[in-house]
């Protein structure tokens, strides 16, 4: 077997959303004679990023002084807030005071896929090298077990694992040090930190779905700058989550909707319950009259302070959302993965190596900040009221609390058929579009070979037909928003069809799975959603 190419960098990042870019910028900053490149496995930069996002302008102030007089293509400054209670798909409240973590004076409102396409030459004209298209298929190592690089995954193969007329074998890429910036349960971040045991003495990871729609209003209708957030239906008060309304501009709105993937009914449906939301009273008025632009899902990383795993190991950095530095009260991670960014890539301007990265994580405002709202998010796993009751001491005493709650693997958490009472979530009959979650992947733009190897991996399909069946009723066909999972008949009765060209890589099924048998892996690169200002 011949050798496999190889290109030598000095430091490799994997990822190129906010983290890994502003990571790739301060480095060459710093250390301009550097080698230094970010690969990503998006067909161009930003087309798989999906977030909110209202951002904290600090960070990217500190990164690009300069950034304001050319600004991203959606940059809107944040003009007022709103935080509604909706008892049920008719009635709704309006608070007296948006919680404080929610006050948005100073934030702009962006796409963060936008936002990353324009970070990106910002990198290269610093002498980054931004490749997309590369998919990171899995780490290498040098003869002493330390991460030496990156293997990029072939391109061309059939499903059947031969190789096609226009098959490429993956180039390895190597360097003293990687930096992982692949965002919530990127692949290669989960297969080091079991590899390394990162994680045995933190808190299991905790995640939510999160899923967003970009609609053209009629003209007039927007609002640029105003932000929506709501709790209560058509959530049922056991499970965490709610929703946002951010208006752009151009009668653009952005709308979004997340739910705690630590959910206990295996009847629930994310997707149906975005629908839903769509057709409250308050909301279907906004909407009726325009149309779809774009649309996709994404997990979120919840866990927090207690939940961080170690984020070093030798050879490589955890940075931004794979490290899992989100701030969950206020519903942003962009400032946290630039930040921790920006602090690796002075780490290493100073110190030349991975080691000690942990301890200045852990020691700068970055963790600070997650101290602070570290019981917030583990309070609702007893329910709303008690999650709002705490969440209010924790505010008032700044996080001061001698104790610190636990968080518990979501896979454990879905409750056994019969065991459940799947509520009255008083759902209604919903007029807007999508009207179901294959007409949703269509708005998602995403594409894969038809023909190449299925990369959602189920170590053991007859789990599928029996146990999880009898056990679960098969929830990966419910909590998938993409249809990718499909219980079929065959001529022996069930078997599990996996729709592979469907997925959008939000990577729930590799979360919520409750016998952890899926494995999200990369597909060829460049395949996969593309998101058109998510």
Known sequence: MSERETMQYDVITVGAGPAGLAFAIRLKQLKPDLSVCVIEKASTIGAQILSGAV????????????????????????????????????????????PPQMNNHGNFIVSL???CAWLAPQAEALGVDVF????????????AGAVKGVRIGDMGVARDGSHKPGYTEGIDIVAPITVLGEGCRGSISKQLIARYKLDADSDPQTYGIGLKELWQLPAGRGEPGKIVHTLGWPLDPSIYGGSFLYHLDKDRVAIGFVAGLDYA???FKPFEAFQQLKNHALVRPLLEGGEILSAGARALIEGGYQSLPKVEMPGAMLIGDSAGLMNVPKIKGTHQAMRSGMLAAEHIAETGKAAGWDARLRGSVVMKELRKVRNIRPGFNKGLWFGLANAGWETATAGLSP?????????????????????????????????????????????????????LKVADTSICVTRCAEEYNNPCTRFCPAGVYEMVDDANG??????????????????????????WTTPEGGSGPNYQNL
């Open 403 to 455: 104790w610190t709650l636990k968080n518990h693997a979501d896979h454990s958490s879905l409750h056994k058929v019969g065991t459940c009472e799947t509520p009255d979530r008083d759902w209604t009959e919903r007029s807007l579009p999508p009207r179901d979650r294959l007409a949703s992947v269509y708005f998602a733009a995403t594409e894969h070979d038809e023909d190449q190897p299925i990369h």
């Open 132 to 143: 997309p298209g590369f998919a990171a298929a899995e780490a290498i190592f040098d003869d």
């Open 55 to 98: 951002i904290e302008p600090g960070p990217l102030n500190e990164l690009l002084p300069e950034w304001g007089a050319s600004p991203p293509p959606i940059c809107v400054p944040a003009a007022k807030d709103e935080f509604w209670w909706l008892r049920d798909h008719v009635r709704a409240t309006k608070l007296p005071i948006v």
């Open 265 to 267: 009914d295996p009847e």
């Open 494 to 519: 069930k078997r599990l069809q996996i729709n592979a060209a469907n997925c959008v890589h939000c990577k729930t099924c590799d979360i919520k799975d409750p016998y952890e048998i899926i494995t």
């Open 113 to 115: 896929g936008a936002l």
